[in-house]
Every structure is written in C-alpha cells, then in structure tokens.
C-alpha cells in the first residue's frame, strides 16, 4: 500500500527530491541525539501512524493520546480510520498506553495491538490523576492517561 497523499507536501521538493520537512526535522533531531548521546528521548510523532517518519525508531513504549476527527483528509472519516492509522506506531512486544478513547476507536486499538503483537493493557488507571495533577479541566487527567 502506498503512503497517504500529502497534498501541502506535494511541493518543489518533490521535484527536487528533498524529503519532507516533517521527516528532515525528525532525521535532524534523531542525528543530533546520537551526536550528544542523549540515552532517552520523547519522541512525539507528526501525524501518527503507519507513515509516520518516527517509525524508524525502536521505541521501549509507545502512546496514543486521545483521537478526534483531525487530518480526515489523510487519516480517514470515522474513528476507526483514524484509529488504525494511528495505530501504526504499534510494534511487537513494545507496551502501548492510550488515553481514554470512545468505543470506536478503542476497539480498533485492542484488535492492531493483537495483530501486531503489542502489549496494551486493557484498562488504564486514571484514579490518580484528579489527585496528582491540578488541572483545569478534564481534558488535562483524559491526556495524561497516556502517559501512564
């Protein structure tokens, strides 16, 4: 299967071959780890997903924070598109933490995560969160679940 189309991309570096910006900053950023021999490093991704330029990296866990209807044009119309794209950052034996995701979507991240072979647990503890972090709204406990 061939990468989405990334029309806002299709620019003059296609016609010189240059890679997109997105996947030049992640390559610059990768490069200027390994040069100050950094031994941890957050990686958040672009769009997520199966295309995502992070995916070169052996990660020790991967997260997906809460999923909405953004980038449809790319990713998909329904939470179930958008789900299992971004469910390409799963690999085999590597955990996976997710934030609380609506039924849809949170189906779609069970059966990827089966299929790849990753571990994501099936219930996440978000009891501390109210307790841990004095957060405006809940939007700020529903994202930090996906750090747990």
């Known amino acids: 299967m061939n990468p989405p189309s990334h029309s806002a991309q299709a620019t003059a570096d296609d016609v010189v071959g240059l890679p997109p910006f997105f996947y030049f900053l992640t390559l610059l950023a990768l490069r200027i780890f390994h040069h100050e ?22 990660p020790v866990v991967c997260g997906i924070t809460s999923l909405g209807y953004d980038h449809m044009e790319i990713l998909g119309d329904t939470l179930a598109l958008i789900a299992a794209e971004k469910a390409g950052i799963m690999k085999a034996g590597v955990p996976v933490v997710s934030a609380e995701q609506p039924a849809e979507a949170a189906e779609v991240l069970r059966l990827e ?34 750090g747990l």
Request: charged share 20%; proline share 4%.
């Open 37 to 58: 021999r950094v031994d941890v490093a957050v990686l958040e991704v672009g769009l997520g997903g199966r295309w995502d330029a992070t995916n070169i990296v052996s």
């Open 113 to 146: 995560s089966e299929l790849v072979q990753a571990r994501l647990p099936s219930k996440l503890r978000r009891a501390w969160c109210a307790e841990s972090l004095s957060s405006p709204g809940a939007h700020v406990c529903s994202d930090a679940a996906g």
